[in-house]
């Protein structure tokens, strides 16, 4: 096929397992395979890719880029000229009870009380069409 490596979302333990086996059986054969590398975006944790990252992955699909190790990286010759670069105000949730969805900031809604009477910094982030909710700035993840 051609394929020397793909990029997922997360590689959590199991996965990560059962790669790492097939390598070692793969290197220890009497024809060894080239390398196949894995970059895996979020670690070891089950989310899905950023729509901002998603859509730039997209733009570059069918073309070569390279899988680096150290600093893990993907890299691709030059950057198409219709690359989607992401709003500035484009944000995904990293925590709490908006976990994983992805919205504008649209405000600062300053201190605010969450759970064991914790005082947080936070913004007002609209989410699709619902009304915007605050959400702790720890707790948010920018793409520009």
């Known amino acids: 096929m051609g394929v020397r490596g ?8 199991k996965e990560l397992r059962d790669f790492q086996a097939s390598e070692r059986r793969q290197r ?9 590398s894995v970059l895996a975006l979020e670690g070891a944790v ?5 729509g901002p990252v998603a859509a730039i ?3 570059l699909a069918g073309t070569h880029v ?18 989607p670069l992401p ?9 709490g009870a908006h976990s994983g969805l992805e919205g504008r900031v649209v405000g600062l809604a300053g201190p605010r ?4 009477n914790v005082h947080l910094d936070a913004a007002w982030v609209q989410i699709g069409d ?8 720890g707790d948010l993840e920018r793409f520009v």
């Open 6 to 13: 793909i990029v997922v979302a997360a590689l959590p333990g």
């Open 28 to 36: 220890a054969s009497l024809h060894a395979t080239p390398p196949f």
């Open 46 to 50: 089950r989310r899905p890719i950023p």
């Open 57 to 59: 992955l997209e733009r």
């Open 66 to 83: 390279a899988l680096l190790v150290d600093p893990p990286a993907l890299v691709f010759d030059e950057a198409p000229d219709d690359l």
């Open 87 to 95: 709003d500035p105000d484009w944000v995904r949730i990293r925590g």
């Open 113 to 116: 009380r969450y759970a064991a």
């Open 130 to 137: 619902q009304p915007p909710v605050d959400v702790a700035i």
